[in-house]
């Protein structure tokens, strides 16, 4: 009925020659590879669960977003090249999802970076870099939900890009199969007491990474969900009942009250405008946090922000925002 | 495209609403099964595969992107139902089972040759904002006599039997039907006469009337081939 195998070859052809292996994420593997002309990139190789009633809805969706998100080449996003379709058997459908290749990460940028770390005006730069990309996530209404060093990447240029976002649906299926442990310092109060969230815990993670960037070391190191919490209460001070998420089975008062520490202790060398912003980043009440929209325009910008109305070099896109205006949205999202 | 490639387009277009409508499928994932049809063909020809199983397939992957999921089985039985009206109903068996099976094995096929880009930017959003505005500006009686938005939002419905969402941007198809429905109720927009930027302008800064008009001329067509196709 369906002459599928005469295009089979056009297809399959693999055109991608695996180098090593990147590594082995929470997601499956990660391979360096060349392509055709010679070009480097990254290759992740993906099962999908195969039924009886085709793709599974989520892989197919995000995987299509994806796609659609690349016809605005973000400069801040990592460049999803192509995806091909390996093989397949009864139960799983295999697929290579192939991107741009770039070999640092944020923790490895700071690792290298020499004592006495990032200048002001890098910190500034990659801070605006960051919540640029996250904007434009939260524009087309992706929660990347897993912002830390090891997904966000430095080119040689120093440009910011964000890998990894709108995939957690496609691996769910592999998720449950694997036990890698997965981080959770960067993760928002309210992912860990397992109330309903949004965008806002894109939000949090920039702030761990902003108060990161200056201190080169992690904001808040739980070894488990209880011990994260109180990490982060000991610096920020409990916070008060009525913010504490209804519906949740960590009660409020299970926690010590604990006044907040002058953020100054942890981080010496902050400047009043970044202390601010680093403040509402870290808002314990998701409702309460700044957006990426509104923290872009935060007076620690300042500086960006004029140069943005002077050159046109910097990486922010608005050729698109008088599309998607109307597609904003901070209600939740269900993902 | 010849005529007749043309008008099996059209009555697969339309196969594709009334299966669709069946399946209760809202208006924007039925404009994306049209589209992904579209496209399809843009590379594919009708030799090379049957029309009413991508369609069936299409309806089946819109409803998984716009998540307004259908079951398989639902699909086959009403895709048949609406191909086969004079048969009796399909019964469980062989016969179901192979034709379940397709079009499974058709939605990977059709993801893979779309590369995966079956999300689409629809007009349907920018006609309802810009309707909005119509209302605010027209008098309300004016507005409660005429049948605007219900005009519309068939002709855009309708402009998926044409290729014109794949030529033309979201914004200018609900521009140019925005037009095309005043146009015909013999409605005009209150000041026009003395207004400095025409109200088209304002929705979509980079359109131009000879775009509307381009964009109305073909869609006057398509209803053209309605004629010749039924």
Redesign the interface.
């Known amino acids: ?4 195998t ?2 089979k070859e056009r ?1 399959d052809n693999n055109n991608y020659e695996v180098i090593s292996v990147i590594g082995n994420g929470a997601y499956g593997t990660v391979y360096k590879a060349r392509d055709k002309e010679g070009q480097l990139v990254a290759m992740k190789k993906i099962r999908i669960q195969n039924t ?4 599974p ?1 989520s892989a ?2 995000e ?6 998100l690349e016809n605005y080449e973000h400069p801040n996003i990592v460049r999803f090249l ?2 091909k ?1 390996t093989n ?1 058997t009864a139960n799983e ?1 295999r697929l290579n999802l192939v991107f741009e290749f770039i070999d640092q990460d944020l923790a490895a940028y700071l690792e290298r970076c020499p004592s006495p770390g990032l200048g002001p005006d890098r910190i500034r730069d990659l801070m605006y870099q960051l919540l640029n990309g996250v904007d434009f996530l939260h524009a087309h209404r992706i929660v990347h939900r897993d912002l830390k060093p090891q997904n966000i990447l430095i080119t040689r240029n120093g440009q910011l890009k964000l890998a990894d976002f709108g995939l957690a649906r496609v691996y769910g299926f592999q998720m449950a199969l694997t036990s890698v442990v997965v981080t959770l310092w960067y993760r928002a109060p309210e992912v860990i007491l397992q109330a309903s969230y949004a965008t806002p815990v894109d939000l949090w993670s920039c702030g761990c990474i902003f108060a990161e960037l200056f201190i080169r070391r992690p904001l808040f190191c739980g070894q488990s969900d209880i011990d994260q919490l109180a990490k982060i209460f000991e610096i920020l001070g409990l916070p008060m009942e009525h913010d504490w998420p209804e519906n949740v089975t960590l009660p409020w008062s299970s926690f010590k009250p604990v006044p907040p520490q002058p953020l100054q202790h942890y981080i010496p060398e902050i400047e009043s405008d970044a202390q601010d912003l680093l403040e509402k980043l870290l808002q314990f009440n998701p409702h309460k946090r700044i957006s990426a929209r509104n923290a872009l325009n935060h007076s620690y910008f300042r500086d960006e922000i004029d140069s943005l109305r002077t050159s046109s070099s910097m990486s922010v896109s608005e050729s698109d925002s ?2 998607d205006t ?2 904003r949205s901070d209600t939740p999202v269900s993902k | 495209m010849t005529d007749n490639t043309a008008k099996v387009h059209f009555r697969v277009i339309r196969f594709i609403h009334e299966a669709g409508l069946r399946l209760r499928l809202k208006s924007v994932p039925l404009a994306t099964a049209c589209i992904i049809y579209h496209r399809f063909f843009k590379e594919y020809t009708l030799q090379q595969y049957d029309p009413y199983l991508i369609a069936s397939t299409t309806l089946y992957i819109a409803g998984k992107v716009e998540e307004n999921q259908v079951t398989l089985r639902d699909v086959v039985n009403v895709c048949y139902r609406t191909l086969h009206r004079s048969k009796p109903p399909l019964e469980m068996g062989d016969m179901f089972f192979a034709l379940k099976e397709t079009i499974a094995k058709c939605e990977l096929f059709v993801l893979r040759a779309l590369q995966f880009r079956v999300v689409y930017n629809h007009p349907h959003r920018y006609l309802l904002h810009y309707l909005t505005f119509i209302k605010e500006w027209m008098e309300p009686y004016k507005w409660d006599e005429l049948p605007l938005a219900r005009t519309s939002w068939a002709l855009l419905r309708d402009s998926y039997h044409s290729t014109l969402c794949l030529q033309y941007k979201p914004q200018h198809i609900a521009v140019a039907i925005l037009y095309m429905t005043l146009e015909s109720h013999g409605a005009d927009i209150p000041f026009e006469d003395t207004a400095v930027t025409p109200w088209w302008k304002v929705f979509a800064e980079d359109i131009t009337l000879d775009i509307i008009k381009q964009i109305v001329g073909e869609l006057i067509n398509t209803y053209d081939l309605e004629m010749i196709s039924s």
Do not use: N, P, T, Y
């Open positions: 009925m369906l002459a599928m005469s295009r297809f009886e009633e085709g793709m809805m197919i969706r995987i299509a977003l994806l796609k659609q192509d995806v379709h397949q459908i008088g599309l109307s597609s």
